[in-house]
C-alpha cells in the first residue's frame, strides 16, 4: 500500500482520472482499518471495507494478499496476481494507457481456481458502482 500511495502522490496529477488505485481490505474490524490507514498516511488510496476473507474470495475470485488486477483502457483484466510478480506497475500504467500490451505477462494464480466471473468488465460501470457503494464502503 505505502507503494500505491508513493506513485499517486508522484503520479496522481499526471495520471488524474485515467488511473484509479482501490485497496479493497479483508480486515474485519472497520474501525481498525480505518485508523491504520490513517496512521500510515495511505490517503491517495481509496479503501473499501470488504468484511471478511471469505467474501473476497467468493465476490472477486482473490484467496490471497497483496493481490492486484490490472485492467486495459478496454475493460479487460490483463494481469491478475501478486504485485511483486510485476517488473514495475508504473511503466505497467503508462504501457495500459497508451493502448499497449503488457508483453510480460504472468500470473502467480495459476493454482488458484478462477473465479466464476466474466473477465472482461465496464470500467466506467464498475467505477460507478463503486462511487453509488463510498458511504456503505469507503474507510476514508
Known amino acids: 500500500m505505502a507503494h500505491n500511495q508513493h506513485m499517486l502522490e508522484h503520479r496522481g496529477a499526471e495520471w488524474a482520472e485515467r488511473v ?81 500490451t503488457l508483453q510480460d505477462i504472468t500470473s502467480n494464480d495459476e493454482e488458484e481456481e478462477e473465479p466464476e466471473t466474466n473477465m472482461d468488465i465496464d470500467l466506467a460501470t464498475a467505477i460507478s458502482e463503486i462511487d453509488k457503494n463510498k458511504e456503505i464502503l469507503l474507510i476514508l
Open 20 to 100: 484509479k488505485i482501490i485497496g479493497l481490505s479483508i480486515d474485519g474490524d472497520k474501525a481498525k482499518l480505518k485508523s491504520h490507514v490513517e496512521t500510515k498516511g495511505w490517503t491517495k488510496v481509496d479503501h473499501y471495507f470488504i468484511g471478511g476473507a471469505d467474501k473476497c474470495k467468493k465476490d472477486y475470485g482473490i484467496s490471497g494478499v497483496p493481490h492486484v488486477l490490472l485492467v486495459d483502457t478496454n475493460g479487460k483484466i490483463v494481469f491478475k496476481g501478486h504485485p511483486a510478480s510485476r517488473k514495475n506497475l508504473e511503466d505497467d500504467f503508462d504501457k495500459l494507457l497508451k493502448g499497449e
